[in-house]
């Protein structure tokens, strides 16, 4: 006589920890990877933020800056954007800000420097004020481009790279005298 027994074979439960044993794998797997783009993207994360605000600030910077020669009219007491040349590319971006000159639009600027450059030192973007100095504003730099085409538009790209990665960023402007060319700033006296 038979008796009935309950149970499992010792078969059916080493191909049930085998099964476990892939999915375990597999699960790991994909949550390793996940893992690993996190990181990423955490590190690029403050690395990205500070190129934009470079990019963003020399723009800017550039969009109040007095016209390139080869946009008449060009007033007397302005100073053009001095590098690169027009029609020309480099690694530095030098411009007088004219509306640090203009009480009334700069009347709570931090920095009031009137001749302001940007260029490369080591890996560090470094922006240089006739009154305010030199201030590392991008750091993991390893390529700074200025182009400055006969038109006036004046375009910059700034690639940075770390452990993450690398990416590069760019931005473009016109000058504001070249758009403005009768602006006469309210501090200068002609």
């Known amino acids: 006589m038979r008796t009935s027994q309950h149970g499992f074979t010792l078969i059916e439960i080493i191909t049930v920890i085998v099964i476990i044993g892939i999915m375990g794998g597999l699960a790991f797997g994909f949550l ?5 783009t996190y990181r990423l993207a955490a590190g690029q994360e403050g690395m990205q933020s500070e190129a934009w605000v470079a990019v963003e600030r020399m723009v800017r910077e550039v969009q109040s800056a007095a016209p390139p020669q080869a946009v008449p009219p060009t007033p007397p007491h302005l100073t053009p954007v001095t590098l690169p040349v027009p029609g020309g590319s480099g ?35 470094l922006r240089t004020g006739n009154i305010s100095g030199a201030h590392v504003i991008a750091s993991g730099v390893t390529a700074f481009t200025v182009r400055h085409d006969l038109n006036g538009v004046v375009s ?12 590069t960023l760019s931005g473009a402007a016109i000058p504001f005298m070249t758009v403005n060319p009768n602006y006469t700033p309210r501090g200068i006296i002609q």
Request: aromatic residues 8%; negative net charge.
């Open 32 to 36: 390793s990877s996940a893992s690993n």
């Open 91 to 125: 690694g530095t971006l030098a411009f007088d800000d004219i509306q640090k000159n203009d009480p009334i639009i700069c009347a709570k600027c931090e920095d009031r420097s009137t001749t302001i450059s940007y260029s490369l030192s080591g890996n560090r973007l």
């Open 156 to 167: 910059v790209q700034l690639t940075l790279a770390d452990s993450y990665g690398a990416f």
